[in-house]
């Protein structure tokens, strides 16, 4: 057995989890490069491609097969579909693999899987579309994008054409790892000596000088600032919600949806030892993930505890500086980086998901003090999530919007700063999709 056939194995066997039985992605992903470490960094990164390219192109990749296959993809025996699905990907975009290795490592897997009577069909199939794949058209952005038609409509309406297109082409380009610097923990320069020093490439952010762009390393786990507490991943969207809060020393901050605690451990940074955040999260493991954090990073102004945030919490109410409510979304705006979402969200979804935000929105705007801020943020661009319910938040209680012009108007050119919100799109900024809006409790 080759090394190839070892790696094809590892990734057939994500993907079966993936698109046959609903797993997310990035977790199964994740466990997988755990359990096989030991491989060298190549095929690490072939397993890692393969699995996120094969199901960030999917529509397209169905539709390649579907066209020059007399059985279509539904039709087709899960294991024989995922061989297929991932050997198109590797045709179509991975260059330093010959299509010819491609063909014989996909007939040798689909054998190896109890399928030898299906070996010529898998053969032809994918030396056809070999073949003709110069010759290939898209029928509409959907298709090309791979991205569900209902979800390219609704954004054409929302964004236009031209817009829309520029975000979904953003999302099929490669995530950066981007982590945020602990700058209490440590200088700037230190953390960055200590990541040069283990060979990584690093790049500054353009829109903040605590942000790090990180290339050419081997797992993040391995990296002694990681280690250290002295950096934590996070996207440059995502970090500009700690920037959004501004919180003063001394702060009470409590975050209702905080796993996996980045943007609490940002608050708890920002703070320099001062103050408390309290990081709250629906489940035990939730927490745990937390808790996780916390450790590594060391903070002690900071803790966490388990409180569903539909739960009323008598003892909070307007004790808190900041309540930082990132609450559960679509998620419509990190497809760049969890790509299976996009197939799972339906379009009644977005109706639950802005329900539920208005309805943990109505019990966490309690605990804000008078004068005290809210942030509101999703990782999403739907309107309804996002927009909507801001503009509903601000009818329904005794809140203003507070201006964030001059906070941004140097990173941004967003006329929507000045009523208190801005909606990041990939693509047209340089980060994850991210609605941030900041409200303040109004003094009576």
């Known amino acids: 057995m ?7 194995e590892i990734v057939l066997d994500v993907l079966m989890e993936i698109l046959e039985h609903s797993v997310y992605s990035h977790i199964i992903l994740r466990q997988a490069l755990n359990k ?10 072939f397993i890692t491609r393969t699995v996120e390219g094969t199901v960030e192109y999917l529509i397209q990749i169905d539709y390649v ?62 030396r056809n579309i070999s073949r003709n794949k110069e010759t290939l058209a898209w029928p509409d952005d959907s298709v090309r994008y791979s991205v569900p038609s209902w979800i ?3 954004w054409n309406q929302d964004y236009g054409k031209e817009t829309t297109n520029t975000v979904m082409a953003s999302f099929l380009e490669n995530s950066k790892t981007i982590v945020r610097l602990n700058s209490s923990k440590a200088e700037k320069d230190e953390i960055l000596s200590s990541l040069r020093k283990q060979n990584v490439q690093v790049a500054e952010s353009v829109i903040s000088e605590d942000m790090v762009i990180l290339e050419k390393f081997d797992y993040m786990e391995g990296l002694e600032a990681f280690q250290k507490g002295y950096i934590q991943v996070q996207d440059i969207s995502s970090a500009l919600v700690g ?3 501004d919180p003063k020393e001394g702060d009470f901050c409590i975050d209702v949806c905080g796993a996996p605690g980045g943007k609490s451990i940002h608050l708890a940074d920002k703070l320099s030892g001062t103050g408390m955040v309290e990081v709250r999260d629906l489940t035990e493991y939730k927490v745990s993930l937390i808790q996780e954090n916390i450790d590594r990073c060391g903070f002690d102004n900071i803790r966490a505890k388990v409180w569903d945030a539909l739960v009323p919490d008598s003892d909070s109410v307007e004790k808190a500086d900041i309540v930082l409510a990132d609450l559960p979304c679509s998620g419509l705006g990190i497809l760049g980086r969890k790509p299976d979402i996009k197939y799972r969200v339906k379009p009644e979804n ?76 990939p693509g047209i900024h340089p980060c994850d999709g991210f609605f941030i809006g900041v409200l303040q409790k109004k003094v009576e």
């Not at 096989?36 to 990164?45: N, T």
């Not at 045709?91 to 190896?112: F, G, H, Q, T, W």
């Not at 804000?368 to 319910?389: A, M, Q, R, W």
């Open 36 to 45: 096989y470490q030991y491989l060298d960094k190549a095929e690490r990164s």
């Open 350 to 425: 977005l109706d639950e998901l802005a329900s539920l935000q208005r309805e943990i929105l109505s019990v966490v705007q309690a605990y804000v003090k008078p004068g005290g801020k809210l942030i509101f943020s999703t990782c999403t661009i739907d309107k309804k999530e996002n927009e909507e319910n801001f503009a509903w938040f601000l009818e329904n209680f005794p809140f203003q919007a507070v201006d964030l012009e001059d906070k941004f108007k140097d990173q941004f050119q967003i006329d929507s700063l000045k009523h208190g919100y801005m909606q990041l799109l």
């Open 2 to 8: 080759t090394k190839d056939t070892d790696s094809r």
């Open 243 to 245: 920037e959004a809060a």
């Open 65 to 126: 097969i579907d066209f020059f296959s007399s059985t279509k993809v539904k039709k087709m025996k899960p294991v024989i579909r995922s061989i297929l699905r991932m050997s198109v990907y590797q045709i179509l975009y991975m260059d330093r693999v010959p299509d010819s290795a491609v063909c014989n490592e996909a007939v040798k897997l689909a054998a190896k899987r109890k399928f030898v009577g299906l070996k010529g069909f898998v053969n032809g199939v994918l």
């Open 152 to 154: 390219v409509s609704m």
